[in-house]
């Protein structure tokens, strides 16, 4: 990839980080740089997996030393409703002679035997830093390699050392839009196409949604990425709307099919039934009739009264528990709905990752008394649920064993996690999860000191004759 | 003799091999107050750590350099200069584990006078001591990474405990500290932290005082502890590595072991020997047997050798013969695919082709020596693809959980093994060596085929 696109992608003009502070010039949470010692994230590379990874029928070819790959396939928690090819780990898994000599020969030979062993409909090919450093040249070598196998062959150009896991999400999503969308078209079209962009079908989550769509006769047209075929994203140009669930991550994919195909974008949740609610009506009034928002009103109906009934229960129980809430990004006011509408509280929460927008929603959801932590780390996190009195943590995999440790409930709201929480039916799946948390017998055991700890022994036996 | 197969394929298809600078992590996490330091680029350290992570089920310390596509082409130098700093500032460790990644290999970052001219600016780290391992991620696997890292750990000179640097000794357990006779055990990275757990506890039994290096078992075992850490809680402290020395014998336990044991030798003439595997009755009858000789040893010439094995020992020795009477007639005859790194494979394959066990197919990931030692005709070096087309027929997989999918569609069973392991708790406590845990590995393989009524 040029200097200059990694530029843009940087100052990608969708993404508010860059909107709002127009007149400061840098837009912090794109462009910072890890700080050494202290930085945690994950590389350009394995943002562009996320990103891409989803993508089913595909084979993903990582073209480097074992590091990239041989520590992380086959760990993403996107779930496929058909095929598994996605769930394989591929590898050029380049040795010294490829660094000395060049990896362009062994990448060619490893395409072809992809190809021939088990026939994707496309091969993703990643570039990681050895060979970017190296010089290799991706995009010539899947050029060649496309011509010869008529099988699309796209390189994605994300060394892990151009930045983070956000630029990496864009560096895929711009190979998508290079070399993917608007290659096919689709069988037919409806009025009410629309595309899902951002979300990645994490332990099902697009199931408890999909259904409700098909309800009011909404057609999703192309998922990008989760549960997707290739084919499906090479017609995604012809749908009438994007949303854009995860906002930021792919937001140059939304910005650039407005510009080149004329859809226009809109950015939505799916965690908590107000931002379900929403998500609905904004779709049914950027490309619907009266018909769909009137059916668009009766399902919301519907589902709430159901929601209100499964969830009575759960309030009850949940009702004022206090939380910490630490994850990136739009999840925070996502998770921070998803809370309010179970009447927990938010007692503290993350903003690093999240743009103004998000910021000012953040700040009206959490109230006077919220704290929001701008920079954390392990340490600093545990600090804040002591001086809160939180009842839990809620918070990516990576900080699990942290609140653990400290014997406090704890929630797992990102990539790794194993319970889909979108729509509805997610957010009935969050409170049996929170009221688990919560309540789960352990807590006074984990807590509890030994008897010879205590400084008042319980009891006392006699012992001997 | 085993011949060892290269694969052809120019690609890894459903890799079996983690990096070496993983490997060299995982070494340095057995050191206690250290945090290993990645010098690359942030991603290759956050997959580390996730992998970690999920295999221990812990929070594992680990950090980054950070490069950046400038920092790398201009050097290292300053980030990891920053790095230290800023590891020292929140982090205050007691030692700092410095490993290379392929990025900053391929740079080929002057790390020998990086390190120099640091220490020169910065005269205040002169207390913390850096041990550095080069561990290009185009060399090798995780168990070449481990080996390397455990071979700097000795190699490294970590001065002369003064009274201050002895941190948890008391007046009188320093005292039996000297007049106790030490033992050294290189604890390869076959052993889990379980398994170096009740190795400490077998030489402690001899009446021995045990230096593990690297010690998981006090760091990735699976305890809670009452603070909150960001550098190890546990495992070989500074103190003991400045006791280095002062050890009578040296017990190397894997294969790729050897170097380190040798380098001790070079250093302080200890005497090595080296135990390839440590399941099985024959091998651990070796181990104890070589504890009970470096316990009866005296410098005195005329000393009649009377070596002892605890009452204890004697007794579980009879139990594994018991229990390998029990379960060799659910071993016996069946067929196992094994896809290990080679010091594991060694040791599992043996110990299946002694309960009567076939061995149909071995795949592994690094070149070694012992792997012309294997009881199998061939070994290939490879990947899970390979292990797929080897694997149909046989009536048990051996490898780590990326080969869940494989067995699946193979129909046949799987016992998990190396690597990560996602699917399965207690990583952390697992013991599968010494007489008791080749014991319950035995069972734990009988009953998956009692299960599914063999
Ligand atoms: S930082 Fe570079 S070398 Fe490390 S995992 Fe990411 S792409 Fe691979």
Known sequence: MTKPKIADLLNEPGCEHNHKKGQQGKNKACTQQAKPGAAQGGCAF??????????????????GPIACAGNSWGSRGSLSSG??????????????????FGGEKRLYEAITQVIKRYHPPAIFVYSTCVTALIGDDLDAVCEAASQKFSTPVIPVNSPGFVGSKNLGNRLGGESLLDYVVGTAEPEYTTPYDINLIGEYNIAGELWGVLPLFEKVGIRVLSKITGDATFEEIRYAHRAKLNVMICSKALINMGRKMEERYGIPYIEESFYGVEDMNRCLRNIAQKIGDEALQQRVETVIAEETAKLDIALAPYRARLKDKKMVLYTGGVKSWSVMSAAHDLGMKVVATSTKKSTEEDKAKIKKLLGKDGIALAKGNAKELLKVIAKTKADMLVAGGRNQYTALKARIPFLDINQERHNPYAGYVGLIEMAKEFDRA????????????????????PEKVSVGK | MTTITRNKKSVAVNPLKQSPPLGAALAFLGLKGIVPLFHGSQGCTAFAKVLLVRHFREAIPLATTAMTEVSTILGGEENIEQAILTLVEKAQPNLLGLLTTGLTETRGDDMEGILKSIRQRHPELDYLPIIFVSTPDYKGSLQDGFAAAVQSIVATDYGTPIKSNVETFHETSLQQITSQKQVTILAGSLLAPGDVEEIKEIVEAFGLKVLVIPDLSGSVDGHLDDDYNSKTPGGTSLSQLQQLKRSLFTIAIGESMGPAAETLQQRFGTNYEILPRLTGLAAVDKFLWLLAQIANYKSDPDWQLNPQVPQKYQRQRRQLQDAILDTHFYLGGKKVSLALEPDLLYQTSWLLKELGAEIQAAVTTTKSSILKELPIDNVTIGDLEDLEDLAPGSDLIITNSQGKRLADKLNIPLYRMGYPIYDRLGNGSRCLVGYRGTMQFLFALGNIFLELGH
């Open chain 1, 438 to 457: 919560l309540h789960s017998p352990i807590w006074q055991q984990v807590r509890q000191p030994a008897p010879w700890e205590l400084s008042v022994p």
């Open chain 1, 83 to 100: 095929a598994t090819t996605y769930k394989m780990g591929f590898t050029t898994d380049i040795s010294e002679n490829d660094i000395i």
């Open chain 1, 46 to 63: 394995d943002g562009a997996s996320i990103a891409l990874v989803p993508i089913t029928d595909a084979a993903h070819l990582v073209h």
